[in-house]
């Protein structure tokens, strides 16, 4: 039974690597391009950001994974996800990199606006572009400040995978509670907590050694 229940615990812990990585791929780059957006000076622009991450931040993931699963279903009378678990998946991941995008933009606008203005300036005199500024200039200090936050962010995203199965993805939890339901026995739950543990053991060592190999660099 151990064996079973293991190995069953594995091909779901395989469903949230897939979540994991895949929503991290998307949501950093991403979450960048909408802090930008949240400081542009186009006014329009700036406001309508502003107004999408307050939704996305003030709505629980479940409600948005339910929202693009079912929604174009139910609106549209059209499953652009289709019954498979290739569609399901992919409806996670769209939801999962829209909510964490907006997160994570909170955090780089923070780590942008700490930058001491009179570094920008800095570089303008020396007649940078504003591309070199960011890159040359902000970029290094936005990260070492962000780097704590993000890592917090990133050991949440890691717990909120096991929000997957409401729409059906046999992710950890969900297969932990299958044996539950169908032997009755209550461990392959609570097995499923030092898998979580292990991974965000891992994470936490390797966000521990970026915190470290950038102490050289004071802000």
Do not use: H
């Not at 594995?10 to 469903?15: I, P, W």
């Not at 996305?56 to 009378?77: A, E």
Request: hydrophobic share 55%; glycine share 8%.
């Amino acid at each position: 039974m151990f064996a079973t229940v293991t190995l069953s615990l594995l091909q779901g812990m395989g469903e949230l690597l897939k979540i994991f990585f895949l929503t991290l791929l998307f949501s950093l780059p991403l979450g960048l391009l909408i802090a930008f957006a949240l400081r542009s000076r186009c006014k329009p622009v700036s406001w309508l950001f502003n107004v999408i991450v307050w939704i996305i931040r003030g709505t629980p993931l479940m409600l948005q994974l339910i929202i693009i699963f079912y929604g174009p279903g139910k609106w549209f009378d059209n499953n652009i996800w289709g019954n498979f678990s290739d569609g399901r998946m992919a409806a996670c991941v769209v939801a999962f990199v829209i909510n964490y995008a907006c997160y994570f933009a909170v955090i780089y606008k923070g780590g942008i606006e700490g930058v001491p203005v009179g570094q920008r300036e800095a570089g303008q005199v020396l007649g940078m572009t504003k591309s070199q500024i960011f890159f040359r200039v902000t970029l290094l200090q936005m990260v070492k400040r962000i780097v704590p936050p993000m890592s917090n962010e990133i050991i949440t995203l890691v717990k909120d995978t096991s929000l997957a199965q409401i729409i059906a993805i046999s992710e950890l939890i969900m297969r932990g509670d299958k044996f539950m339901k169908s032997d009755g026995i209550t461990w392959p739950l609570f097995y499923t907590g030092l898998f979580y543990l292990l991974f965000n053991g891992v994470l936490t060592i390797i966000f521990n050694l970026i915190e470290k190999k950038m102490d050289y660099f004071k802000v």
